[in-house]
Nanobody, 121 residues
Framework: QVQLVESGGGLVQAGDSLRLSCAAS????????MGWFRQAPGKEREFVAA????????FYADSAKGRFTISRDNAKNVGYLQMNSLKSEDTAVYYC??????????????WGQGTQVTVSS
């Protein structure tokens, strides 16, 4: 089992940037694809971005395209989500997750505890 810990969330203003990190431990991080999801108050968890084991493939939700960038450093066992031009509608708890094959669905094998991102307008 892989253990995941997110960090980097916070309170920012609209237009600002944040970089979320996802630190992995346990099983070999590079064996897994990684995804980022988010859940806003009163809404279901939704897909944000995903990256394959070695970064050759990435997927983004339409809301993230052009503003967010997913990446990973397998040597450090860390994944990232760079978020630029943040909007109030990006306010949510952000979760990283891993599974063997890259996917935009939420059936990932392991999840972190989440990190809060709040964007004030």
């Amino acid at each position: 089992q892989v253990q995941l810990v997110e960090s980097g969330g916070g309170l920012v203003q609209a237009g600002d940037s944040l970089r979320l990190s996802c630190a992995a431990s346990g099983r070999t991080f590079r064996n897994y694809a990684m995804g980022w999801f988010r859940q806003a108050p009163g809404k279901e968890r939704e897909f944000v971005a995903a990256i394959s084991q070695f970064g050759g493939s990435t997927f983004y939700a339409d809301s993230a395209k052009g503003r967010f960038t997913i990446s990973r450093d397998n040597a450090k066992n860390v994944g990232y989500l760079q978020m630029n031009s943040l909007k109030s509608e990006d306010t949510a708890v952000y979760y990283c997750a891993v599974r063997i094959r890259i996917s935009i669905s939420s059936d990932y094998e392991a999840w972190g505890q989440g990190t809060q991102v709040t964007v004030s307008s």
